[in-house]
C-alpha cells in the first residue's frame, strides 16, 4: 500500500493506493486561507502540517490500514507558494506566502524594467511575474528583520511545499525538479540552483533545498511522525506535473488540464533530446518547466497556467453566499437556455497565460435587472471553460499542432455541465478518466516507480476513461461565445497599476 498525500490550495488530499492503483482509503480537510492586503495570499505553515499529518493518519484508518503496512509516500502539492523555517526547531518564520500572491508585483516591474526578463526567461522558462516562488523569498529576505543574516548562516530555510512536507516527514531539507523550476532561481538546463539569479534576488543559495530526482531517494518517515510508518518517502511532484503523470501522459505530445484552484493545461515536450537545439525551448506566454526527473533523465513539459477557476466557485460560496455547495452550479447553468451576455473575469489576483497580467482584476458584464444567482454561476463555469480555451489556443500555436482530445482530471469534472460546455466551446472531446483526482494518483505512482513496487508501463495500464464529452455547438455559436469573453478579458486588464 501507497500513501499519497496532495497538498492543494484550499486542503490537503490522502490516498491510499493498492497495488492496482485503486484507492482504498481517502480523506480530506480544508484549512484557513489569509487575506492581510488586497491581492495578498498566505497560509500558516505549522496549520499546513498539522492538517496533512491528520489526514494521512485518517486515510490509513478508513483504508482500514497500520501505518507500520506502508510500503512508501509520494507527495504532491501546491506550487510556487514559499514557507521559511529555522532548520533546527522546524518553527515557521513567517506565514506562507501562496502561489496567488501579487505582493511582489512591483518588483517584478523593476526587474523587467532594469532588463533581466530575458536572462530569467532563457534560464528557467518563465515569466517575470510575482507568480513564482523567487520574488516571494525575496520579500522575505527584505521584509523580515535579521533573515537575511539568519538565511547566511543556516538558521533560515526556504522550501515550496513539497520540501516543507518533506522536512516535516524525513527531517531533510530537500526538494525535486518540478517544484524547484517554478521558483525563478532553477536553471532548466544545468538543472540546479543558478548562482547569477539567487544573486539577481539576493537570494543564499546555502538557504535552499537540496534537489533530488523526482523519483527515488527523499529519506524515510521519522517515527512516531504518521504512527508507525518508517517507509520510504519515494516520488515527489508538484501538483500539475503530479497530474501529467497520473494521467499517464508519459510520451512526448501528450497533455492534460487540470480543473483545480487554478486550471494549467500542460504537454510533454520530451526530453532536451527531442528540441531541435538539444535544450528546452521557451515560448510566449507560455511555460517551460520541468514535468519530472528520473535518475539523470528529465522530461520537460510546456505549461499554460490559470489562476482562477475552481477558486471562482468557491467565491460564489464563500464571499457572495450565493450558493451552498459547489454542485450546485451545475443545475444553476442548466436552469437557463443562454448566458444572455453575462460574462465573469475571475481576476482575483490577475491573469495567468497568455495574457501574463498581474494587474488585472475581476470583472462583470453584462449584468441587467434581469440577472439573477444563476446568471452568476454559469458566467463562473463558462470562465472557467473560456480560460482553458485561451491557454489552449496559446499552446496549438507554440507547439504546431492542434490539440485532438483534452484529458481532463481535478473536482470540477464531476460538473457534467462544465464538461460538456468545455467540449463545445473548445471544439474537441473532453475525456474524463475513472480516477477524478489523478494528482494524487500521480503521487502514488511517483512513489510506487521509486520503490520498484511498479514500472512505467504498470501505470499506463492503469489508467482508464470514465466518460467522454463531445462537442454539440456550431462553430460559428462558440466563436460568438468568445467574442463576449474576449471583450470582458480585455475590459479585466490593467485595472490595479499603481502610481
Same mark, same amino acid.
Given at each position: 500500500?501507497?500513501?499519497?498525500? *496532495?497538498?492543494?490550495?484550499?486542503?490537503?488530499?490522502?490516498?491510499?493506493?493498492?497495488?492496482?492503483?485503486?484507492p482504498m482509503g481517502r480523506a480530506y480537510r480544508e484549512f484557513a486561507q489569509?487575506?492581510? @492586503?488586497?491581492?495578498?495570499?498566505?497560509?500558516?505553515?505549522?496549520?499546513?502540517?498539522?492538517?496533512?499529518?491528520?489526514?494521512?493518519?485518517?486515510?490509513?484508518?478508513?483504508? /482500514?490500514?497500520?501505518?507500520? @503496512?506502508?510500503?512508501?509516500?509520494?507527495?504532491?502539492?501546491?506550487?510556487?507558494?514559499?514557507?521559511?523555517?529555522?532548520?533546527?526547531?522546524?518553527?515557521?518564520?513567517?506565514?506562507?506566502?501562496?502561489?496567488?500572491?501579487?505582493?511582489?508585483? /512591483?518588483?517584478?516591474?523593476? +526587474?523587467?524594467?532594469? /532588463?533581466?526578463?530575458?536572462?530569467?526567461?532563457?534560464?528557467?522558462? !518563465?515569466?517575470?511575474?510575482?507568480?513564482?516562488?523567487?520574488?516571494?523569498?525575496?520579500? !522575505?529576505?527584505?521584509?523580515?528583520?535579521?533573515?537575511?543574516?539568519?538565511?547566511?548562516?543556516?538558521?533560515?530555510?526556504?522550501?515550496?511545499? *513539497?520540501?516543507?512536507?518533506?522536512?516535516?516527514?524525513?527531517?531533510?531539507?530537500?526538494?525535486?525538479?518540478?517544484?524547484?523550476?517554478?521558483?525563478?532561481?532553477?536553471?532548466?538546463?544545468?538543472?540546479?540552483?543558478?548562482?547569477?539569479?539567487?544573486?539577481? !534576488?539576493?537570494?543564499?543559495?546555502?538557504?535552499?533545498?537540496?534537489?533530488?530526482?523526482?523519483?527515488?531517494?527523499?529519506?524515510?518517515?521519522?517515527?512516531?511522525?504518521?504512527?508507525?510508518?518508517?517507509?520510504?518517502?519515494?516520488?515527489?511532484?508538484?501538483? @500539475?506535473?503530479?497530474?501529467?503523470?497520473?494521467?499517464?501522459?508519459?510520451?512526448?505530445?501528450?497533455?492534460?488540464?487540470?480543473?483545480?484552484?487554478?486550471?494549467?493545461?500542460?504537454?510533454?515536450?520530451?526530453?532536451?533530446?527531442?528540441?531541435?537545439?538539444?535544450? =528546452?525551448?521557451?515560448?510566449?506566454?507560455?511555460?517551460?518547466?520541468?514535468?519530472?526527473?528520473?535518475?539523470?533523465?528529465?522530461?520537460?513539459?510546456?505549461?499554460?497556467?490559470?489562476?482562477?477557476? #475552481?477558486?471562482?466557485?468557491?467565491?460564489?460560496?464563500?464571499? +457572495?453566499?450565493?450558493?451552498?455547495?459547489?454542485?450546485?452550479?451545475?443545475? $444553476?447553468?442548466?436552469?437557463?437556455?443562454?448566458?444572455?451576455?453575462?460574462?465573469?473575469?475571475?481576476?482575483?489576483? #490577475? +491573469?495567468?497565460?497568455?495574457?501574463?497580467?498581474?494587474?488585472?482584476?475581476?470583472?462583470?458584464? /453584462?449584468?441587467?435587472?434581469g440577472s439573477t444567482r444563476a446568471h452568476l454561476a454559469r458566467a463562473t463555469?463558462?470562465?472557467?471553460?473560456?480560460?482553458?480555451?485561451?491557454?489552449?489556443?496559446?499552446?496549438?500555436?507554440?507547439? #504546431?499542432?492542434?490539440?485532438?482530445?483534452?484529458?481532463? *482530471?481535478?473536482?470540477?469534472?464531476?460538473?457534467?455541465?462544465?464538461?460538456?460546455?468545455?467540449?463545445?466551446?473548445?471544439?474537441?472531446?473532453?475525456?474524463?478518466?475513472?480516477?477524478?483526482?489523478?494528482?494524487? $494518483?500521480?503521487?502514488?505512482?511517483?512513489?510506487?516507480?521509486?520503490?520498484?513496487?511498479?514500472?512505467?508501463? *504498470?501505470?499506463?495500464?492503469?489508467?482508464?476513461?470514465?466518460?467522454?464529452?463531445? =462537442?454539440?455547438?456550431?462553430?460559428?455559436?462558440?466563436?460568438?461565445?468568445?467574442? #463576449?469573453?474576449?471583450?470582458?478579458?480585455?475590459?479585466?486588464?490593467?485595472?490595479?497599476?499603481?502610481?
Amino acid at each position: 500500500m501507497i500513501l499519497a498525500i *496532495d497538498q492543494g490550495t484550499t486542503g490537503t488530499t490522502c490516498f491510499v493506493v493498492d497495488e492496482d492503483g485503486v484507492p482504498m482509503g481517502r480523506a480530506y480537510r480544508e484549512f484557513a486561507q489569509h487575506f492581510p @492586503q488586497p491581492g495578498w495570499v498566505e497560509h500558516d505553515a505549522g496549520e499546513i502540517w498539522a492538517t496533512t499529518r491528520a489526514v494521512a493518519l485518517e486515510a490509513c484508518d478508513d483504508a /482500514g490500514l497500520d501505518p507500520a @503496512q506502508l510500503a512508501a509516500v509520494g507527495i504532491t502539492n501546491q506550487r510556487e507558494t514559499v514557507c521559511v523555517w529555522d532548520p533546527a526547531t522546524g518553527e515557521p518564520l513567517h506565514r506562507a506566502i501562496v502561489w496567488q500572491d501579487r505582493r511582489t508585483a /512591483g518588483m517584478c516591474d523593476r +526587474l523587467r524594467d532594469e /532588463g533581466h526578463e530575458p536572462l530569467v526567461r532563457r534560464k528557467t522558462g !518563465l515569466v517575470l511575474d510575482p507568480y513564482f516562488s523567487g520574488t516571494k523569498i525575496a520579500w !522575505l529576505l527584505e521584509h523580515l528583520p535579521e533573515l537575511r543574516e539568519r538565511a547566511e548562516r543556516g538558521t533560515a530555510v526556504f522550501g515550496t511545499i *513539497d520540501s516543507w512536507l518533506l522536512f516535516n516527514l524525513t527531517g531533510e531539507h530537500v526538494t525535486e525538479p518540478s517544484n524547484a523550476s517554478r521558483t525563478m532561481l532553477f536553471d532548466l538546463k544545468a538543472g540546479d540552483w543558478d548562482p547569477e539569479l539567487c544573486e539577481l !534576488l539576493g537570494v543564499p543559495i546555502r538557504a535552499l533545498p537540496e534537489v533530488r530526482p523526482s523519483i527515488g531517494g527523499f529519506g524515510r518517515v521519522r517515527e512516531g511522525v504518521l504512527g508507525g510508518a518508517t517507509c520510504p518517502v519515494g516520488g515527489a511532484a508538484g501538483d @500539475q506535473q503530479a497530474a501529467l503523470y497520473g494521467q499517464a501522459c508519459l510520451d512526448r505530445g501528450e497533455g492534460k488540464n487540470t480543473y483545480g484552484t487554478g486550471s494549467f493545461v500542460l504537454l510533454n515536450t520530451g526530453t532536451a533530446d527531442d528540441f531541435p537545439e538539444g535544450e =528546452p525551448t521557451v515560448h510566449d506566454g507560455l511555460i517551460t518547466t520541468v514535468a519530472w526527473q528520473i535518475g539523470a533523465r528529465t522530461v520537460y513539459a510546456l505549461e499554460a497556467s490559470v489562476f482562477a477557476t #475552481g477558486a471562482a466557485v468557491q467565491w460564489l460560496r464563500d464571499g +457572495l453566499r450565493i450558493i451552498d455547495s459547489a454542485g450546485e452550479t451545475e443545475g $444553476l447553468a442548466g436552469s437557463l437556455t443562454s448566458n444572455d451576455g453575462v460574462y465573469l473575469v475571475p481576476a482575483f489576483a #490577475g +491573469l495567468g497565460a497568455p495574457h501574463w497580467d498581474p494587474y488585472a482584476r475581476g470583472t462583470i458584464t /453584462g449584468l441587467t435587472r434581469g440577472s439573477t444567482r444563476a446568471h452568476l454561476a454559469r458566467a463562473t463555469l463558462e470562465s472557467i471553460a473560456f480560460q482553458t480555451v485561451d491557454a489552449v489556443r496559446a499552446m496549438e500555436a507554440a507547439a #504546431g499542432d492542434d490539440l485532438r482530445v483534452l484529458k481532463a *482530471d481535478g473536482g470540477a469534472t464531476a460538473n457534467r455541465w462544465l464538461m460538456q460546455f468545455q467540449a463545445d466551446v473548445l471544439g474537441v472531446p473532453v475525456v474524463v478518466p475513472a480516477i477524478h483526482e489523478t494528482t494524487a $494518483l500521480g503521487a502514488a505512482f511517483l512513489a510506487g516507480v521509486g520503490v520498484g513496487a511498479w514500472s512505467q508501463r *504498470d501505470v499506463s495500464r492503469t489508467w482508464r476513461q470514465a466518460a467522454e464529452y463531445t =462537442p454539440r455547438m456550431s462553430r460559428d455559436e462558440a466563436a460568438t461565445l468568445h467574442v #463576449g469573453w474576449t471583450d470582458a478579458v480585455r475590459r479585466s486588464l490593467r485595472q490595479a497599476v499603481p502610481d
